[in-house]
């Protein structure tokens, strides 16, 4: 039986879908690159956004195939029946039952599977290169009230660590360059299990190879939690200087009104600390836009803390209201005011960043290649910049560039 998979959402869905590759191989089915070559179609769907979930729901509404839904979708459950029929839905929890959805897609016996299945521990997978994605965890300890992937995902679960570590180990054996440490926060990682994240990149960065750890998103108070342990780690020569903490907003009331867990000096304290130890690391926030509860003076202050952290990648989001969350029951902003305070964070965002870029031009920097992008390729420099370089290089080569000019979110550099 042949499978298409097609992958939405964050590196955490993308880690997955290499777990379902590898559990469909084991199984005996065969993997290809279109919907047309295929028997069954799975979708590993996302839902952290209302125009991800509009998306998605079209693309399920047009598929005649059998289809499985797999992912974070499954909250909507009701949403996918009436988009179509013809659908076997799998929670993030069923994941080790694929194999089984799948055969009930190919035979037409429509439902869904909603169990907690067994420990995704020790579970087969394929391995990618010269980026090789690694889960460590799903779920989280957090309350946040827009947030419907914690319905999605509602128990934390840190896998095992000597697992982990082999993925890693075997990753690299197979060719991958770039390890993606990946969850639904990462930071939450071993709380159930009396452990960290800092203890587990420790048995990390000691496995033998070239290569090099992009830690994923992590909240602000796990960093707190455990800060000098992290940041010593992070000065290891295998990892990216790279730290994602979304703060989400400026202001202590809306942090409060979200349910965050951290404050927004939480935050600030923590990239002062980073950056005291490790001054060229790059941060990374995101930002949601227009939450309920948000007046003019709390977007100001989120504009304030943005100019005075100038972080280097900030992902801003303008809020919509997910279904079976609390902020959904909350008197909501007018459409006009969230859509004019994107556009103006959007700008403000873009001209920091270009700013900031603008202090690379001239340096040579280390660049790891890592994509085929046009008539050139893509890569990372060690404090996970992202650059261009218009020539065709080996996937995976470490080079030194010279940047010429940048973006505000691209550097382009050439050999």
Known sequence: MRVYIETYGCTLNQAESDMIAGLLKAGGFSLVSSERESDVVLLNTCTVKLSTENKILARIKK????????????????????????????????????ADAVRNAHAKKWGDCSVYAESKNFL?????????????????????????????????VSFDEEWIVNQIRTGVKKGAKEIQITGMDAGAYGLERNTNLAKLLKKAVGIKGSFLIRIGMLNPQHAKRMLPELIEIYKNKKLFKFLH???????????????????????????RAFRKEIPDVSIATDIIVGYPTETKEDFEKTA????????????ISKFTPREKTEAEKLDQLPTEIIKERSIFLSRFVRTLLWEKNQKFVGKQMKVLITENFGDGVKGRT??????????????????????????STTLFAHL
């Open 382 to 407: 060690t404090n996970y910049k992202q650059v261009f370089l218009k020539q065709k290089l080996p996937l995976g080569k470490i080079v030194d560039a010279k940047i010429e000019h940048a973006t």
């Open 124 to 156: 087969p997978r394929q391995y990618t290169a010269p980026i090789c994605r690694v889960a460590v965890q799903e779920g989280c300890v957090g309350n946040c009230t827009f947030c419907q992937t914690k319905l999605a995902r509602p128990k934390l």
């Open 245 to 271: 903490a979304p703060v989400q907003t400026g202001s202590e009331k809306v942090c409060r009104d979200m349910r965050r867990g951290h404050t927004v000096k939480d935050f600030d304290y923590i990239v």
């Open 63 to 98: 598929i005649k195939k059998p289809l499985v839904v797999a992912g974070c979708l499954w909250v909507l459950k009701e949403k996918i029946r009436r988009a179509n029929r013809r659908t076997f839905i799998l929670s993030p929890s069923s994941l080790p039952l694929v």
């Open 304 to 315: 304030a803390l943005l100019k005075k952290i100038q972080p280097d990648v900030v992902n």
